[in-house]
C-alpha cells in the first residue's frame, strides 16, 4: 500500500496564547517536551512554520480564535500526511464572555449518490484513494470558527500561510514501497496559493457583515468555481464526490457531552467520534481508589484497562454519526448503567472478551454486534488567550494516495476509511453519512458547577489510542496531583482490546502495551491476570496547556514552544 510522506519530523501543534508574566522558552529536545510560558501569549508546535503563524496573529492583536484559525491553516500546508485543507478537525471551544462551551464538528460527509454506496458495499472502502475522500472539511470549520468567535478576517488569518507557500512549502512524496518515492504536486504550493487567494478575493468583494463576508470564503469553495474544480478532479480519478455534496456541506455547531469526576467537569465530542468512551471509562472509574492503588501500580494499569475494554466495546457497539442514528448516550452515562458495567471489572483477572452493554433493556452485557468478517496521521491543537478563551482541536487528514486535485492544490484525506461496511450497524457506509472518527479534544474544568473554571486543554493525536492517552493525562493531574508538564511526561500504558476505527480490523483481545521502564515485577504480575503484555515506548502524541484558575497562567507543553514578544 502507498503512503503519503511528508518530509519533516512528525508534528504535535499547541498553541496556548497566555501564561505566566515571566516569559520562558525552552529548546526544543527530542528525549523531553518543550515548555513555555508568557503573559502576552505562547505557542507551542512541532512545526515552527505554524507556531510562528499563531504567533504573528496575537502580535496583531488577535484572540485565541483568531491565532487558531491561522495555525490550523499554516498546518494544513506544512505537515500534509497529518492534516490537510481536504481533511477534517473537530474543535472544542471555551468563550470566557458566553460562558459556555461548544462543538464545531468540522467533519466532511460520505457521497450521497447510493449507487456509491452500493459499490462501497459490494467492494469495500478503498483505503487510500480517491474514493476513501469525504467532503473536506477544514475550511468551513475554519470560517465557523472566525464567525462565531473570531475578530480577524480570513484575509488576515490566512497572511502566514500565504508567506508559507509562497516561499515553496515542504516536499510532498508517495511511497510506492521497497524504499522508492516519487515526488508528486511539485507546483502544488503555488496552486494552494492562487485557491487561497480565490477565498480572499471573495471576502473582500462580499458585501455586508464580517459574517457574511466570511461566509463568501465557504461559498466560493464548497458552491463556486474551486468546487467545480474539484469536481472535475473527482470524475477524473474516479471518486465518488460531487459538487452536489460540497454544496451541502455545514459545519454543525452543537452542546458537547460532559461529565464529572472528582469535583472536574470534563467536556468531549459526542458519538461522531469516539470522544464519549473517554467519559464513560472515567465514570467507571470513579468507583474505585485509583490513588491508593498508587501510580501505574499492577492494580492501577489493571483497573484502568478493564474501564477502558468495557467502554470501547460501547463505543464499537453504539457510536456513530447522530445524524443517522440514535446514539442511547443518556443511558450509556447513567448512573445505573454505570453500577452495573462497574461490576463487570473483574480486580485480578483480565477479559479477553468483547463485552458491550445493552443500555436500552439495561443489562450489564449482550453479545457484539460485530463479529466479522474482518479486513484490514493526525495532529493536535490546542489554544488560550488573555482573555480566558480556551480551544482545543484535533485536526486530521488521514494519508491519502490520491494526489494533488487538478491545479487547486488541494489535498484530501481518506477519512471515509473510518467508516464501515456492517450492514445495520451504526457506523455502517450510508449516503451523506459522516465517518465516526477518532478524532477527541478534550476541555478539563475545576468544579462541577456554573462556576468552574477551565484548567487543561488536551489533543493527542495517535488514532485510537487518543482517548486512552488523555484519560492517564486527567488522572495523572487529577488523581496524583502531577503538575502539566508531569502529566505530559508520565508513561502510558494501553490496549488494542477493540475494533480498529480504520479498516475493519478484529480487536487483539488481551493485549496490554507497557512502558520498558515499568517493573518486570508488575509486568509479571499483569500476566498473571491474563493481560499479553508487550512492551511500547509510545501511547499517542500528546499535547496539552495547564491552567492555574486563580492566577490565570498557563503552561503550555509539547514538541516545540515559543512566547509572543
Known amino acids: 500500500m502507498r503512503k503519503i510522506i511528508l518530509i519533516s519530523s512528525v508534528s504535535l501543534l499547541l498553541l496556548a496564547p497566555f501564561a505566566s508574566p515571566q516569559a520562558t522558552k525552552t529548546p526544543v529536545s527530542p528525549r523531553g ?54 481533511g477534517e478537525v473537530p474543535i472544542l471551544v471555551y468563550s470566557a464572555d458566553q460562558k459556555n462551551v461548544k462543538l464545531l464538528e468540522g467533519q466532511g460527509e460520505a457521497p450521497r449518490d447510493p449507487k456509491a454506496i452500493a459499490w462501497y458495499m459490494q ?16 475550511i468551513d470549520a475554519i470560517v465557523t470558527l472566525l464567525k462565531l468567535y473570531g475578530t480577524k478576517s480570513f484575509e488576515e488569518v490566512v497572511q502566514p500561510t500565504l508567506a508559507i507557500l509562497d516561499a515553496g512549502g515542504p516536499s510532498w512524496y508517495i511511497d510506492t514501497g521497497g524504499g522508492q ?5 511539485v507546483n502544488w504550493q503555488a496552486d494552494m ?58 459545519t ?17 465530542a459526542g458519538p461522531l467520534t469516539q470522544g464519549p468512551y473517554l467519559l464513560q471509562t472515567l465514570r467507571l472509574l470513579e468507583g474505585f481508589d485509583l490513588k491508593k492503588m498508587g501510580f501505574n501500580s499492577a492494580d492501577y494499569i489493571h483497573t484502568v484497562i478493564e474501564a477502558e475494554k468495557l467502554a470501547l466495546a460501547d463505543r464499537d ?50 453479545p457484539p454486534t460485530i463479529t466479522g468478517p474482518w479486513h484490514g496521521g493526525t495532529t493536535i491543537m490546542c489554544v488560550t488567550d488573555k482573555f480566558g478563551n480556551v480551544i482545543a482541536a484535533t485536526p486530521s487528514g488521514l494519508s491519502s494516495t490520491a494526489g494533488v486535485a487538478g491545479r487547486t ?43 468552574n473554571q477551565p484548567v487543561m486543554a488536551i489533543s493527542v493525536a495517535g488514532g485510537d489510542q487518543q482517548d486512552q492517552a ?83 497562567q498557563a503552561t503550555a507543553v509539547g514538541p516545540a514552544a515559543g512566547e509572543m514578544k
Open 409 to 451: 492544490g488541494i489535498i484530501h484525506g481518506s477519512r471515509l476509511s473510518s467508516l464501515n461496511t456492517f450492514a445495520g450497524t451504526p457506523n455502517v457506509i450510508q449516503p451523506g453519512k459522516r465517518p465516526r472518527i477518532t478524532l477527541s479534544p478534550t476541555l478539563l474544568f475545576r468544579g462541577t458547577d456554573n462556576d
Open 193 to 250: 496559493a492562487v485557491t487561497f487567494r480565490k477565498l480572499v478575493q471573495s471576502e473582500k468583494a462580499a458585501k455586508g457583515t464580517r459574517q457574511q463576508k466570511l461566509q463568501a470564503v465557504s461559498d466560493r469553495f464548497y458552491r463556486g468555481d474551486i468546487a467545480d474544480a474539484l469536481e472535475a478532479w473527482y470524475i477524473e480519478k474516479g471518486g465518488f464526490l460531487r459538487k452536489a455534496d460540497l454544496a451541502a456541506h455545514e
Open 470 to 552: 488523555a484519560i492517564q493525562v486527567i488522572l495523572n493531574y487529577v488523581e496524583f496531583g502531577m503538575s502539566p508538564e508531569e502529566a505530559f511526561k508520565a508513561p502510558r500504558f494501553s490496549t488494542e482490546h477493540f475494533i480498529s476505527s480504520f479498516g475493519q480490523d478484529a480487536a487483539r483481545l488481551g493485549s496490554l502495551s507497557v512502558p520498558p521502564t515499568l517493573p518486570e515485577a508488575v509486568q509479571a504480575d499483569l500476566r498473571a491476570r491474563g493481560h499479553v503484555v508487550t512492551a511500547s515506548r509510545g501511547v499517542g502524541g500528546v499535547a496539552l496547556i495547564g491552567i492555574d484558575p486563580k492566577t490565570k
Open 181 to 185: 518515492r516519487i515526488e508528486t504536486g
Open 252 to 268: 454543525p455547531v452543537v452542546d458537547p457531552l460532559e461529565t464529572t469526576y472528582r469535583g472536574y467537569t470534563v467536556y468531549k
Open 33 to 86: 517536551p518543550s515548555i513555555a510560558a508568557g503573559s502576552q501569549g505562547v505557542v507551542v508546535s512541532g512545526k515552527g512554520a505554524a507556531t510562528a503563524a499563531g504567533i504573528k496573529i496575537l502580535e496583531q492583536g488577535g484572540n485565541a480564535a483568531d491565532a487558531g484559525a491561522a495555525t490550523l491553516l499554516a498546518l494544513s500546508v506544512t505537515y500534509v500526511g497529518a492534516f490537510c485543507v481536504g
Open 123 to 138: 467492494h469495500g472502502i478503498p483505503d487510500g484513494d480517491v474514493k476513501a475522500a469525504a467532503v473536506p472539511g477544514t
Open 317 to 366: 457497539e453504539y457510536y456513530g454519526d447522530p445524524n443517522f442514528v440514535k446514539v442511547p448516550m443518556q443511558q450509556l452515562l447513567s448512573d445505573q448503567y454505570t453500577e452495573m458495567r462497574r461490576k463487570l471489572i473483574d480486580t485480578k483477572k483480565a477479559s479477553l472478551e468483547l463485552r458491550p452493554g445493552d443500555p436500552y433493556n439495561m443489562k450489564p452485557t449482550k
